[in-house]
């Protein structure tokens, strides 16, 4: 039982963890290269004003690659988690349903 309370444990904090890094590059793209209205997206050959080549010492690639890396390592986690909760989550859902 502890183990197992253990194991729930750090699979929580390591996603908390994953989530931080992945909120802040999203963030920081949603910023710093908004990809809407459609006329300020991205490099235009230098017609663009509002282009920015980095963002807080970083480029837009790096921040892409964190955001893309962080939110595959979440999503793994947020799967185990489901996975470790499976009875308890089919319990609520049988009860919920009258079962």
């Given amino acids: ?45 230098g017609a663009n004003p509002g282009y920015v080549s980095q963002c807080l010492g970083m480029s837009h690639t790096q921040w892409v690659m964190i955001h893309d890396i962080s939110s595959a390592v979440f999503v793994l986690l947020v799967a185990v988690h489901l996975a470790l909760h499976w ?10 349903r009258g079962d």
Wanted: proline share 5%; with cysteine.
């Fill in 1 to 45: 039982m502890v183990r197992m309370i253990r194991v729930n444990a750090t699979v929580d904090l390591l996603a908390l963890i994953m989530f931080i890094p992945m909120a802040v590059s999203g963030i920081a793209l949603f910023k710093c290269w908004p990809t809407w209205p459609v006329h300020y997206a991205g490099f235009q050959g």
């Fill in 87 to 96: 009875k308890f989550i089919s319990k609520i859902m049988k009860h919920a």
